[in-house]
C-alpha cells in the first residue's frame, strides 16, 4: 500500500519558503515551478521584469505562491537589495537556490579582467553573498537548504571554458565550506550539475546544429537535457528527504560526464 503521508513527510516543500535567482529562464525557472508545486512560496529573482512577472503569474496560475524581484547581482549592494526583498515577500527562506549566472567565454588570451569581474561577480559573489545572508539564518531555525547549479566545466575544461569553469569550480567548493559550517545545525549545500540544456545562457552552443547533435550523442539517454530534467532532483535536494546529503555534486546529466 502507497502512504500519501509518507511520501508527502518525505518530499512536500509545504510551509517552506524558496528564492531561486535565475528563476526567471531556462533551468532556474524549471526549478522555482518544481518547488512551487511541490508547496513552497517562491521568490524568483533575476533582472529582466518582464519575464520574472510572466513567470510568477504562470506558477499563480497554478495555484502556488509566488512572488518577484528584479534584481542586479553584479554588484554586491544590488545582491543585497535584492536578498532584502525576496525575503520580504515570504519571510526568511529555507530554500536558497543560486541559477543566476553569466558565460561569457572568449579564447584564454583573450580574457580580460572585466570579463573575469564580471563573472565571478555573478556566478560566485553573488552566491557567497547570499548565503551569508539566508544561511546563518537557517541554521538558527534548524533547517535550510543551499542548492547552487554548477557546470560540466567546474570538473572538465572544454569549450573554451575560461573564467566561467572556474566560477563553477570554486561554487563547488563553497558548497562543501558551507556544509561543514552548517549541516550540524540542519543545513545542507549540494550543487546541481547539468550536462548540455538548450537554455538562453547557452545560446551561442544551441545555434550550432552540429555541435548540438555531438553534445546529445554523448550522453547515455540520447538526447540533451530539458529545465524540467531538474525538477526531481530539485525537489528532492530541497526537501527534508535530503537532510544526509550534503557537500555533494548531483550531475543531472543524462550520463553526459560518465561517457
Same mark, same amino acid.
Given at each position: 500500500?502507497?502512504?500519501?503521508?509518507?511520501?508527502?513527510?518525505?518530499?512536500?516543500?509545504?510551509?517552506? &519558503?524558496?528564492?531561486?535567482?535565475?528563476?526567471?529562464?531556462?533551468?532556474?525557472?524549471?526549478?522555482?515551478?518544481?518547488?512551487?508545486?511541490?508547496?513552497?512560496?517562491?521568490?524568483?529573482?533575476?533582472?529582466?521584469?518582464?519575464?520574472?512577472?510572466?513567470?510568477?503569474?504562470?506558477?499563480?496560475?497554478?495555484?502556488?505562491?509566488?512572488?518577484?524581484?528584479?534584481?542586479?547581482?553584479?554588484?554586491?549592494?544590488?545582491?543585497?537589495?535584492?536578498?532584502?526583498?525576496?525575503?520580504?515577500?515570504?519571510?526568511?527562506?529555507?530554500?536558497?537556490? &543560486?541559477?543566476?549566472?553569466?558565460?561569457?567565454?572568449?579564447?584564454?588570451?583573450?580574457?580580460?579582467?572585466?570579463?573575469?569581474?564580471?563573472?565571478?561577480?555573478?556566478?560566485?559573489?553573488?552566491?557567497?553573498?547570499?548565503?551569508?545572508?539566508?544561511?546563518?539564518?537557517?541554521?538558527?531555525?534548524?533547517?535550510?537548504?543551499?542548492?547552487?547549479?554548477?557546470?560540466?566545466?567546474?570538473?572538465?575544461?572544454?569549450?573554451?571554458?575560461?573564467?566561467?569553469?572556474?566560477?563553477?569550480?570554486?561554487?563547488?567548493?563553497? @558548497?562543501?565550506?558551507?556544509?561543514?559550517?552548517?549541516?550540524?545545525?540542519?543545513?545542507?549545500?549540494?550543487?546541481?550539475?547539468?550536462?548540455?540544456?538548450?537554455?538562453?545562457? &547557452?545560446?551561442?552552443?544551441?545555434?550550432?546544429?552540429?555541435?548540438?547533435?555531438?553534445?546529445?550523442?554523448?550522453?547515455?539517454?540520447?538526447? &540533451?537535457?530539458?529545465?524540467?530534467?531538474?525538477?526531481?532532483?530539485?525537489?528532492?535536494?530541497?526537501?527534508? @528527504?535530503?537532510?544526509?546529503?550534503?557537500?555533494?555534486?548531483?550531475?543531472?546529466?543524462?550520463?553526459?560526464?560518465?561517457?
Amino acid at each position: 500500500m502507497i502512504s500519501k503521508d509518507y511520501l508527502s513527510g518525505l518530499f512536500s516543500l509545504d510551509g517552506l &519558503n524558496a528564492v531561486v535567482t535565475g528563476g526567471s529562464s531556462g533551468i532556474g525557472r524549471g526549478i522555482a515551478g518544481a518547488l512551487a508545486q511541490a508547496g513552497a512560496s517562491v521568490v524568483v529573482v533575476a533582472r529582466g521584469p518582464e519575464r520574472l512577472a510572466e513567470t510568477a503569474g504562470e506558477l499563480a496560475a497554478l495555484g502556488c505562491r509566488a512572488a518577484w524581484v528584479s534584481g542586479d547581482l553584479r554588484t554586491r549592494e544590488g545582491v543585497r537589495a535584492a536578498a532584502e526583498e525576496a525575503a520580504a515577500a515570504f519571510g526568511e527562506p529555507d530554500i536558497l537556490v &543560486n541559477c543566476a549566472g553569466v558565460n561569457i567565454r572568449p579564447p584564454m588570451a583573450e580574457l580580460d579582467e572585466d570579463v573575469w569581474d564580471t563573472t565571478m561577480a555573478v556566478n560566485l559573489d553573488a552566491p557567497f553573498l547570499l548565503g551569508q545572508r539566508f544561511g546563518p539564518g537557517m541554521a538558527e531555525r534548524g533547517f535550510g537548504r543551499l542548492i547552487h547549479v554548477t557546470s560540466q566545466q567546474a570538473h572538465r575544461a572544454f569549450v573554451r571554458s575560461g573564467a566561467y569553469g572556474v566560477s563553477k569550480g570554486a561554487l563547488e567548493s563553497l @558548497a562543501r565550506s558551507q556544509a561543514e559550517a552548517w549541516s550540524p545545525r540542519g543545513v545542507t549545500a549540494n550543487t546541481l550539475v547539468p550536462g548540455f540544456v538548450m537554455t538562453p545562457l &547557452n545560446a551561442a552552443l544551441s545555434a550550432d546544429p552540429a555541435k548540438v547533435e555531438a553534445l546529445a550523442a554523448r550522453t547515455m539517454v540520447g538526447r &540533451n537535457g530539458l529545465a524540467e530534467d531538474f525538477a526531481g532532483a530539485a525537489v528532492f535536494l530541497a526537501s527534508r @528527504a535530503s537532510g544526509y546529503v550534503t557537500g555533494q555534486s548531483v550531475f543531472v546529466d543524462g550520463g553526459f560526464s560518465v561517457h
